[in-house]
């Protein structure tokens, strides 16, 4: 037998939508994500070669490029915290410079560079004065002294700009950001509402036919009312709970029952009620205290319940808590 309430109806159906949406959200940042990869392979696929940009004078940065390694690699400075470490490199007639992580240079430092060109992809940065000034002293370190470069010819050398294969990701950063938050938030919700969706269906299953007929009945009649921003019923005889799971306490079965406010920074920003019986306590009516409405609604909640039984324990205190012990232990 299943529910014909309305609202345990709906309570399944958002869940399972919820859990639709969220898959909708991580599909949607995994496809803006490869559209950003494949636009990112189309721009290195038309990129022109480092000398093309270099002899262009176009020496802007952030453009994509490549080298056709032909010699091993040559370290001239290393980058503090860091592996990576900036190289000299060349091709089959030029010299460059090139930022280059441990992995790819252990990748071009092989002897069958020199007949096997490799291809080295990344964007271009602006040659910095300290960057300059070390490639300088490592080249002259070689060179008489009638053959130096001096620093006004270092451009004509190694132009104005090198080759980053270490930060070399083209695709635009909003673009990896908002991809990134479509993603995550796709999976909270999807985690989130599948748990939430597990644990009522779960409890729907756990009732007996005859419990789902009464409880039914008590949630389809008149005297019944549900507040939405609550997720709960007060039925003649029960107060059920569908915020998350499905739980119908019967007001009579109630022993103890205490507001409980939760503060963020000192300021009340929500009320939910504890209700304990015999077996268990159970945290309902979970409701912010920024609106008018929401206190309403609460305080209307916790008045209902309190006058359907006037023998529970009403109110935190010492007094209480060792009451509703002695109250569980005898009944154990």
């Known amino acids: 037998m299943k529910f014909t309430n309305l609202e345990v109806r709906n309570v399944?159906?958002?869940?399972?939508?919820?859990?639709?949406?969220?898959?909708?959200?991580?599909?949607?940042?995994?496809?803006?994500?490869?559209?950003?990869?494949?636009?990112?392979?189309?721009?290195?696929?038309?990129?022109?070669?480092?000398?093309?940009?270099?002899?262009?004078?176009?020496?802007?940065?952030?453009?994509?490029?490549?080298i056709n390694v032909q010699s091993k690699p040559?370290?001239?400075?290393?980058?503090?915290?860091?592996?990576?470490?900036?190289?000299?490199?060349?091709?089959?007639?030029?010299?460059?410079?090139?930022?280059?992580s441990k992995d790819t240079f252990n990748?071009?430092?092989?002897?069958?560079?020199?007949?096997?060109?490799?291809?080295?992809?990344?964007?271009?940065?602006?040659?910095?004065?300290?960057?300059?000034?070390?490639?300088?002293?490592?080249?002259?370190?070689?060179?008489?002294?009638?053959?130096?470069?001096?620093?006004?010819?270092?451009?004509?050398?190694?132009?104005?700009?090198?080759?980053?294969?270490v930060n070399a990701d083209t695709m635009p950063a909003l673009q990896l950001i908002i991809g990134f938050i479509f993603i995550l938030v796709g999976l909270l919700m999807t985690i989130i509402y599948l748990i939430k969706g597990i644990r009522f269906n779960l409890a729907l299953?756990?009732?007996?036919?005859?419990?789902?007929?009464?409880?039914?009945?008590?949630?389809?009649?008149?005297?019944?009312?549900?507040?939405?921003?609550?997720?709960?019923?007060?039925?003649?005889?029960y107060c059920i709970n569908l915020d998350g799971t499905f739980k119908a306490i019967k007001y009579s079965d109630i022993i103890w029952m205490y507001s409980i406010t939760q503060r963020v920074n000192f300021i009340k920003t929500s009320n939910s009620i504890m209700i304990a019986t015999l077996t268990k306590k159970y945290n309902i009516a979970s409701l912010d205290t920024l609106t008018r409405a929401s206190k309403e609604i609460y305080e209307e909640i916790y008045k209902t319940i309190l006058s359907k039984n006037d023998t529970m324990l009403v109110g935190y205190s010492k007094s209480s808590i060792k009451k509703y012990k002695e109250i569980t232990k005898e009944n154990a």
């Open 12 to 66: 399944k159906n958002q869940n399972r939508n919820n859990v639709i949406i969220g898959i909708f959200f991580v599909i949607l940042g995994l496809a803006i994500l490869l559209w950003g990869s494949i636009k990112e392979d189309s721009a290195y696929e038309q990129a022109l070669d480092m000398n093309t940009i270099i002899e262009n004078s176009n020496d802007q940065e952030e453009q994509p490029t490549y």
């Open 74 to 100: 040559y370290l001239f400075a290393v980058s503090n915290d860091t592996t990576d470490a900036y190289y000299i490199v060349s091709d089959d007639k030029y010299m460059y410079i090139a930022y280059l």
């Open 107 to 165: 990748k071009l430092n092989v002897d069958s560079i020199e007949s096997t060109p490799v291809r080295l992809q990344g964007v271009t940065k602006s040659i910095t004065s300290d960057i300059k000034s070390l490639a300088l002293d490592t080249i002259n370190e070689y060179r008489n002294e009638d053959n130096q470069i001096a620093a006004s010819d270092f451009a004509s050398y190694f132009g104005t700009i090198y080759l980053d294969t």
């Open 205 to 237: 299953k756990s009732l007996s036919t005859k419990e789902i007929s009464l409880l039914d009945n008590e949630m389809n009649s008149k005297e019944s009312f549900f507040y939405e921003r609550a997720k709960l019923y007060l039925t003649p005889n």
